[in-house]
């Protein structure tokens, strides 16, 4: 029973945290991309910038323009370095 009450209390922590997550993503209007490196693919855990988090985006270019200009270099220099 212990074990199930750990359990419960740790899913609301998380469920809270995420939350919070997406409470300071959307107030700075800033989203998580996650890259798959093996398909090439990038999809985000947020709907942001009109794209749903059900969406993945396969063109490199789509993805690039996303990233904040001031950013891009590192981008290239992460791609890189996979």
């Known amino acids: 029973m212990d074990a ?5 209390q740790f899913e609301r922590q998380l469920a809270a945290a ?3 997550l997406q409470a300071a993503l959307g107030a700075a209007k800033m989203a998580v991309l996650e ?3 093996v398909a090439n693919t990038v999809g ?3 709907d ?3 794209i ?3 969406h ?3 063109s490199r270019s789509l993805i690039f323009d996303l990233i904040y200009p001031e950013d891009h270099d590192r981008y290239l220099l992460t791609g ?3």
């Open 4 to 8: 199930q009450i750990q359990r419960k």
């Open 18 to 20: 995420e939350q919070r």
């Open 35 to 37: 890259w798959d490196p």
């Open 44 to 46: 985000t855990i947020t």
């Open 48 to 50: 942001v910038f009109g």
């Open 52 to 54: 749903s988090s059900s």
């Open 56 to 58: 993945t985006l396969s």
């Open 80 to 82: 890189r370095e996979t």
